[in-house]
């Protein structure tokens, strides 16, 4: 499905760009209405981090997310590098001793915090507290007159804070903002929101609840989760971008899911969970050709993992999953697959194998795809590696399409 992330350049008084705003959208018109600000949010931060990929993003440059207090409380802004965001508190937040702590704690961490659209006269002890933490305030021109942002100015004075201009339309409002002491600039005048799409794998809400459910567990069973996440193609997906994203982490290689589970950790996934369910509360599981893609892919892997279990080899089972798993990438992100296997943490023979190159997984592959045809039509093996018969062959095929089928029927019915 297609997903979309709009992000605006923020400029400095030299006019160089600094740093970029990600807003939310949901088309490539420019539709950024959604009732739901932690919605919006978490599909900022998901659609940006682990599906656009923010080098494609960003430059390099830090990214203002607006964050709502549900998710300040639930420590999002922590899963990021420091110098990857600028956390931008929006005014609906009400501001109390939580907040407080939180933000406390942030600038500890040396994270950078801006308040969005703040004012003298909203502003109590709290507010005053709160400012020992703030690095940036942002002003709207197009709801403020010049009169009140001065006082704003005059207020803030002595203390180490920025003033950023947004929604600068006009060079008289930019030569204006400059006057008046602002620093950082945004706004048509400069650029317009450029919107950034994508494609997103449909994703499957219950699986979220069922990890969060093993996780919570007094001893969580790392088996139960690692099939729950092998049966979701799309978290699967997004566990290794996670893990192949340099805003959280070095780059690893793994060549399986359970493998995955433990480099990230079970903490680090259940926050991601948290988002990604906040994230999905609305979602659709996708088409009916997405659907066939997911379905093939799933049946794909479970062959190749039960093949690998056959010839003796659990690490070859656990690779091959991944092989037929991720064999139809490309057709579901609409992208070359080359392109996608630069943000995944697979191994190097996985990565030849998909991209074509003729090693022993890439023999592997094709045998699955074989069986496939075999399987549908009239078609003789030209090669067989594992000198198993095709009638047990055509057994594990039958029992890999049981499962896929069992899978999707049980999370979109």
């Known amino acids: 499905m297609d997903i979309y992330v709009a992000r605006q350049p923020i400029f400095d008084m030299n006019e160089k760009t600094v740093a970029y705003e990600l807003l939310y959208r949901n088309s490539s018109v420019n539709n950024y209405q959604h009732t739901d ?66 933000c406390k704690e942030l600038k500890a961490h040396g994270y950078t915090i801006a308040l969005d659209d703040f004012f003298v006269s909203q502003w109590n002890e709290l507010t005053v507290q709160l400012l020992d933490y703030i690095d940036i305030i942002k002003i709207d021109f197009r709801s403020t007159k010049r009169v009140d942002r001065q006082e704003m100015i005059r207020f803030i004075n002595g203390r180490d804070i920025k003033f950023l201009a947004e929604k600068v339309e006009t060079i008289e409002e930019y030569i204006e903002a400059k006057e008046d002491g602002f620093v950082y600039f945004q706004g048509f005048y400069f650029s317009k929101p450029v919107i950034l799409n994508s494609y997103d794998i449909p994703s499957y809400y219950h699986s979220y609840f069922q990890i969060l459910k093993e996780i919570e567990n007094p001893e969580p069973d790392l088996e139960k989760i690692k099939d729950v996440i092998e049966k979701d193609i799309s978290l699967s997906y997004k566990l290794l971008r996670l893990i192949n994203n340099p805003v959280f982490r070095p780059k690893n290689e793994v060549s399986s899911i359970k493998q995955a589970i433990i480099l990230l950790g079970l903490n680090e996934i259940k ?31 479970k062959l190749g993992e039960l093949i690998g279990r056959k ?103």
């Open 271 to 301: 926050k991601w969970i948290y988002v990604l369910a906040i994230r999905g509360a609305d979602k659709g599981s996708g088409g009916s050709k997405e659907r066939e893609i997911i379905e093939l892919s799933l049946k794909r892997g």
């Open 311 to 413: 010839v003796g080899r659990e690490v070859l089972a656990s690779k091959y999953f991944l092989l037929g798993m991720f064999s139809l990438m490309d057709s579901l992100l609409h992208h070359p697959m080359e392109e996608l296997l630069e943000d995944l943490p697979l191994s190097n023979e996985l990565k030849a194998a998909l991209s074509g190159e003729k090693n022993d997984e890439y023999m592997m592959l094709e045998f699955l795809k074989e069986i496939e045809l075999a399987f549908h039509e009239d078609h003789e093996l030209t090669f067989n590696p594992t000198k198993m018969t095709m009638e047990e062959l055509f057994r594990l095929y039958g029992e890999a399409s049981g499962w896929a089928t069992k899978v999707l029927s049980e999370v979109n019915p």
């Open 37 to 102: 600000g932690d919605q919006a949010t978490t599909d900022v931060i998901v659609n940006s981090f682990l599906n656009i990929g923010v080098k494609d993003l960003s430059n390099g440059k830090p990214c203002f997310i607006n964050f709502t207090e549900k998710l300040l409380k639930l420590g999002v802004p922590s899963y990021f590098n420091p110098l990857s965001i600028v956390v931008e508190i929006l005014e609906t937040v009400e501001l109390n001793e939580d907040i407080l702590g939180i």
